[in-house]
């Protein structure tokens, strides 16, 4: 069994600050831990607005607390995330997300992360990166 606290992880280094300043993301299980997805704890920070494509991983995202949006590209749809609202980027969907107020995400990304992932210039992460030490 694997346990860990948000705390715990914190801790031990698992905490990513992304370069720009919208978020940071605790990760709580990824790859090496051998179960197929990784689980984070991601808070977007208010007043953030930008822009992802996840080509390389599918992502789901629960909000815990906070308010925002998220827009998809190909069609300009804007959905409204408040706690409680999942959604799912099941198609490698390029979008804007956008923080009225600081967000508390659960999210949960297919293949899994490495550990040490931030944004690339096109908003993803790359397939192979480093791992948390």
């Known amino acids: 069994m694997i346990f860990r606290t948000l705390e715990s992880a914190e801790k031990e280094g698992r905490k990513i600050v992304s370069p720009d300043g919208n978020w940071d993301s605790t990760r709580m299980l990824l790859k090496d831990d051998n179960m197929g997805f990784s689980f984070h704890i991601t808070t977007i920070y208010k007043g953030a607005?930008?822009?992802m494509h996840y080509q390389n991983h599918l992502e789901?995202?629960?909000?815990?607390?906070g308010r925002g949006e998220v827009e998809t590209l190909a069609d300009g749809k804007k959905y409204s995330i408040e706690p409680g609202s999942l959604y799912i980027l099941d198609k490698h969907?390029?979008?804007v997300l956008r923080a009225f107020e600081e967000m508390k995400m659960?999210?949960?990304?297919?293949?899994?992360?490495?550990?040490k992932e931030v944004?690339?210039?096109?908003?993803?992460y790359e397939l192979e990166a480093d791992t948390i030490d």
């Open 49 to 51: 607005d930008f822009q």
């Open 119 to 124: 944004h690339n210039k096109e908003g993803a």
């Open 60 to 65: 789901s995202v629960y909000c815990v607390s």
């Open 106 to 115: 659960a999210c949960v990304f297919n293949p899994p992360l490495n550990g």
């Open 93 to 95: 969907d390029k979008h």
